[in-house]
C-alpha cells in the first residue's frame, strides 16, 4: 500500500439476534469486507476495481461502498476525489452484512484518508445511504455493529439513530452455519407480515428485555429463554434449508439457543465458551449436510468482535 492510501477492514456481523430485529446486532472476528482508498484530483468517488464478488456486484454508484463513500465526501465538505478498490472477503446474500461491511470499510478508509473529520454519527449515517442503496431501508442492526463493534442495540430510525453498547457475557461465543445458498435481504424483508398480533409484538418486546438484561447479568439461562423470535423469523425461516434440523442440532450439542443471522440463510447459535461452540459448529454442519441441503462453512467467533478500523 502507498503512503497516499489507507485501507479498512470491516467485520461481518449477525443481525436481529433472535427476538432483535432490526435492533440487536453484534459483531464477528471474520470474515469481512476491505476497502483501499485514494486521494485523487477528480471530484467525487471512482469504484475502481471489486475483487472477490465474482463480478456480480455494480462497478458503479449502485455500489454502497461507492454511495458510503460519496456521503462522506459531502459531509466532509472536500471538493477532490477518492478512487476505490473493494476487496469483499465475505459472501453476498449471506445474512452477514455483506452490504453494510462494504459500506462501513468504505467510510472508515475515506474518513481517515481525509483525516478523520467526521463524528460517530456521522460516520454511521454516511455507511446507512450505503444500506439504504443495498437494501431499501437504512436499518443500522448490521452497519451499527459493524462500525462500532461489540454487541450494540439501535435506537431510532434515519436521522435520529444511535447505538447503545451492551455488554457481553465472558466468554460467550457464538457458532455459525453458511449454507451455500443465496437469499437477497430486499426479498427477505418482503416476505415479513404488514402487521404483527398484539400477543406476539408483546412476547417480542418481553424478549428483548430480557436479552438485554441477560447480557448486563451474564445469565445464560435467561439469555436461552430470550432467543425467540416471534415476527420475522417465522416468515423467513422456511425459505433456509435444513433450518429446523440445524437448530435442533445446535442444541442438542450444548447450544444456549440459535436462530437466523439477519435474513439468512446463515445460522447462529450462541455458547457457553469456545470449546462448547466449536461442537456447536460441527454438529451444525453435520446435521445440514446429512440432510442433504448442499455444502456448507462452518465456524465460531468470540461474541462483540472488535468493529471496523484502519489496517497496514
Known amino acids: 500500500m502507498s503512503a497516499g492510501e489507507i485501507r479498512a477492514f470491516a467485520p461481518a456481523t449477525v443481525a436481529n439476534v433472535g427476538c432483535g430485529f432490526d435492533v440487536l446486532g453484534f459483531a464477528l472476528e471474520a470474515p469481512g469486507d476491505t476497502v483501499v ?9 471512482t469504484l475502481v476495481d471489486v475483487r472477490g464478488d465474482g463480478g456480480v456486484l455494480p462497478r458503479d454508484e449502485r455500489n454502497t461502498a461507492f454511495v458510503a463513500a460519496a456521503a462522506v465526501l459531502q459531509s466532509a465538505g472536500v471538493e477532490h476525489g477518492v478512487a476505490l478498490t473493494l476487496e469483499k472477503g465475505m459472501p453476498l446474500a449471506s445474512g452477514l452484512g455483506s452490504s453494510a461491511a462494504s459500506a462501513v470499510a468504505a467510510v472508515v478508509a475515506v474518513d481517515a484518508l481525509l483525516g478523520s ?4 454519527a456521522e460516520r454511521l449515517r454516511c455507511a446507512l445511504e450505503g444500506e439504504r442503496a443495498a437494501v431499501g431501508t437504512p436499518h443500522a442492526d448490521n452497519a451499527g455493529a459493524s462500525l462500532a463493534g461489540g454487541f450494540v442495540l439501535v435506537r431510532g430510525s434515519g436521522q435520529d439513530t ?6 457481553v457475557p465472558e466468554n460467550l461465543t457464538c457458532a455459525m452455519l453458511h449454507p451455500h445458498v443465496e437469499i437477497s435481504t430486499r426479498d427477505a424483508r418482503q416476505a415479513l407480515p404488514t402487521s404483527v398480533a398484539l400477543s406476539d409484538a408483546v412476547t417480542q418486546w418481553g424478549n428483548v428485555g430480557a436479552l438485554v438484561t441477560a447480557l448486563h447479568r451474564s445469565d445464560h439461562a435467561l439469555l436461552a429463554s430470550a432467543l425467540v423470535d416471534r415476527v420475522a ?3 423467513r425461516a422456511p425459505r433456509v ?3 429446523i434440523e440445524t437448530c435442533a442440532a445446535a442444541r442438542e450439542a450444548g447450544a444456549l439457543g440459535s436462530g437466523l443471522s439477519g435474513s439468512g440463510p446463515s445460522i447462529f447459535a450462541l455458547c457457553d465458551g469456545r470449546e462448547r461452540a466449536e461442537e456447536v459448529a460441527r454438529a451444525m454442519r453435520a446435521a445440514f449436510e446429512r440432510g442433504g441441503h448442499g455444502a456448507a462453512n462452518a465456524w465460531v467467533s468470540p461474541v462483540g468482535a472488535p468493529g471496523a478500523r484502519v489496517i497496514p
Do not use: H
Open 37 to 45: 482508498a485514494r486521494r485523487t484530483d477528480g471530484r467525487g468517488v
Open 117 to 120: 473529520r467526521l463524528s460517530f
Open 162 to 167: 444511535s447505538l447503545l453498547s451492551l455488554p
Open 233 to 235: 423469523e417465522p416468515a
Open 241 to 243: 434449508p435444513g433450518f
